[in-house]
């Protein structure tokens, strides 16, 4: 059975710091997937990672994943209040067919 | 707004009834998933159609059943309903190229 765990859960931190929230799956995979869901809302996508040593970036967030280690890390950097959400990684397995398998999600308040 | 609809945004009921949710995928997308989206279960997948075929079942209930139409939209049907049933349910679509697409969700109350 895939598992896919995030850490961490809850992360409170300032404005203008750097963190990273990182996630780990059981067994192997086609594609790693990042999604942001604000309070109430759906979940939007990120971040689409294909292939080992992928790197994604997008404004203040980056997403990487070492299909070895079977970990993909989502860096913050210099984090602003708007990037305060919910964020999820999900892994594919059964070449798409199966759905997606997510983690628990990571919940990041970011304070001014 | 990604493209993909659902309708009703919220729907409430009682135990014991049954419930139809529908979805509507982007324009082109063959590919509908149906998710579950609880405080204890967290992100579960249910089912996945593509072109109008039943492709993959996650943890779906024998009490919860889904298709999908010629036109390509999807239902979810939800009977017997129990109060742990109460979530949110999202469909989200895609192409072959891989990102699923979410819609807005459905909420589920059940009293």
């Known amino acids: 059975e895939l598992k896919v765990e995030q850490n961490p859960l809850f992360l409170s931190m300032q404005e203008g710091k750097n963190y990273t929230i990182y996630c780990n799956y059981s067994?192997?995979?086609?594609?790693l997937y990042w999604y942001r869901q604000d309070p109430g809302k759906s979940l939007e996508s990120l971040f689409v990672?294909?292939?080992?040593?992928a790197v994604k970036q997008e404004g203040r967030l980056m997403a990487s994943l070492d299909t070895k280690a079977r970990l993909s890390t989502l860096h913050i950097t210099a984090a602003v209040h708007d990037l305060s959400a919910t964020y999820f990684c999900?892994?594919?397995?059964?070449?798409?067919?199966?759905?997606?398998?997510f983690g628990k999600g990571t919940h990041l308040i970011i304070q001014p | 707004d990604s493209g993909v609809t659902q309708t009703p945004k919220h729907l409430i009921t009682a135990t014991g009834q049954r419930v139809t949710l529908r979805c509507s995928p982007r324009s082109g997308d063959l590919s509908v998933y149906w998710y579950q989206q609880s405080l204890d279960q967290g992100l579960q997948f249910l089912i996945h159609?593509?072109?109008?075929?039943?492709?993959a079942k996650g943890n779906i209930l024998e009490r919860f059943s889904a298709q999908q139409f010629p036109d390509l939209h999807s239902e979810l049907n939800l009977s017997s309903l129990e109060l742990g049933d109460s979530a949110l349910y999202f469909c989200a679509s895609s192409s072959r190229v891989d990102t699923q697409y979410f819609g807005p969700g459905t909420r589920l109350t059940v009293l």
């Open positions: 990672l294909l292939s080992n040593g």
């Open positions: 159609y593509y072109n109008g075929e039943e492709r």
């Open positions: 999900a892994v594919a397995s059964g070449g798409g067919a199966d759905g997606l398998t």
């Open positions: 067994t192997t995979s086609d594609r």
